[in-house]
């Protein structure tokens, strides 16, 4: 991802390979238990590079909830 | 930023158990874009940042529409406390077995929805039982 003034780095991060195992007996491919990892580590990149406060982050989330059930609430009879 | 808010509005976290999809309303990924610029602002990221972050979140999620679990909706407004988390018990209940991965375990009514084969589980505790394949 590239970060504007901030400096973007490469980190290389090891999955237990206990967990690609138990992934794999799952059925679920090496390469995709790699892609479910690095989406959630986008979302801590973003989530640390952010000035958002815990209650600001509650309050923007509530209302993108509040505005999507208004298109869905007409639906839920 | 918190994890806790925009990680349930952006990813729900939705799980399908049998092949670990991850999930979402595609409904609240298109209200998440729609504020792309607001919630850029306040975050202190640029509108490009933020984009090309959810870009790369979203590349790996299956957004379901509205019509993959209206059927659900109804019963899904008595599994939670607050209406506007209905669309994420909604598709859990229309992809059960399923699993809610959520900060925020008391909004939704993880009893009830686990008679119906949806865990409700905070993150910590969702790595822990993949790791101990539970």
């Known amino acids: 991802m590239s970060c504007g003034t901030m400096v973007a780095e490469t980190v290389p991060v090891e999955i237990p390979a206990e967990i690609l195992e138990l992934a794999e007996r799952s059925g679920i491919s090496r390469e995709k238990m790699s892609a479910i990892l690095r989406s959630f580590a986008v979302l801590e990149v973003l989530a640390s590079s952010s000035k958002l406060s815990k209650k600001d982050a509650d309050k923007l989330s509530r209302e993108i909830k509040i505005a999507a059930w208004k298109r869905l609430s007409p639906y839920r009879h | ?61 299956e957004l379901v529409p509205l019509s993959g679990y209206i059927s659900d909706l109804k019963r899904a407004l008595k599994l939670v406390r607050d209406e506007t988390d209905a669309p994420f018990a909604a598709l859990a209940l229309a992809k059960s077995p399923s699993t809610i991965i959520t900060y925020n375990k008391k909004h939704f009514k993880s009893r009830e929805l686990l008679r119906v084969g949806v865990q409700v589980l905070r993150p910590a505790v969702a790595v822990s039982r993949l790791r101990y394949g539970d």
């Open chain 2, 1 to 61: 930023m918190s994890t806790e808010g925009i990680t349930r509005t952006s990813l729900a976290i939705l799980l399908h158990t049998d092949n670990c999809e991850v999930i979402a309303p595609a409904e609240l990924s298109e209200e998440l874009r729609a504020h792309s610029t607001e919630i850029s602002r306040k975050a202190g990221l640029t509108q490009q940042q933020f984009e090309e972050a959810l870009d790369r979140l979203l590349e790996n999620v």
